[in-house]
């Protein structure tokens, strides 16, 4: 996740306090960019709470958008072959 590039601009690796809590932050869990830097840290974050409320609403788009994701496109006089 991190490189050198992040060393030499902080002058230390990056850590979970320095990744926002956001949607995207939290994409392909459990393989997240969260996770990871959970992994990588002894205790939880200074800012648990936003990533909590994060991870909700991250499950509540994700609902909210499968019945979207799963229909199948509509049909147009140009591909129903009319």
């Not at 990056?14 to 393989?31: E, S």
């Not at 991870?55 to 994700?62: F, Q, S």
Request: aromatic share 4%; net charge positive; charged share 25%.
């Amino acid at each position: 996740m991190s490189n050198g590039h992040d060393i030499e601009r902080l002058g230390r690796a990056l850590t979970l306090a320095d990744v926002r809590p956001c949607g995207i932050n939290l994409l392909h869990r459990p393989d997240s960019r969260f996770d990871q830097f959970a992994q990588w840290e002894e205790g939880p974050p200074p800012n648990l709470a936003k990533w909590q409320a994060a991870i909700r609403g991250n499950r509540r788009a994700v609902k909210e958008a499968a019945p979207r994701l799963l229909r199948p496109p509509l049909r147009t006089r140009a591909s129903s072959g009319s």
